[in-house]
């Protein structure tokens, strides 16, 4: 009897041990998909980040050329006159 319940006992903590076991990996699994989802967002921020850099950098390039023009151009007007 008293090996019996043993058994009963080592089966039944095997078996919530496995079910704790499952339980973590479904937890891990959720939030491996949540980070997945925030790495996801941040390539995307990221993406945007770039792509406004890239459009400032090439505007302050034209503002940069258009301000050396005018000072060359008033140069030259200055030493025309």
Request: net charge negative; proline share 0%; glycine share 4%.
């Amino acid at each position: 009897m008293t090996l019996d319940l043993t058994i009963l006992e080592s089966r039944l903590l095997t078996a919530l041990l496995e079910n704790e076991y499952e339980s973590d990996i479904n937890l891990l699994r959720v939030k491996l998909k949540e980070l997945e989802g925030v790495v996801r967002n941040q390539d995307e921020v990221n993406r945007r980040l770039i792509e406004e850099n890239v459009f400032f950098k090439s505007k302050l390039l034209f503002l940069e050329k258009l301000v050396l023009n005018m000072s060359q151009d008033y140069q030259n007007k200055g030493s025309g006159s």
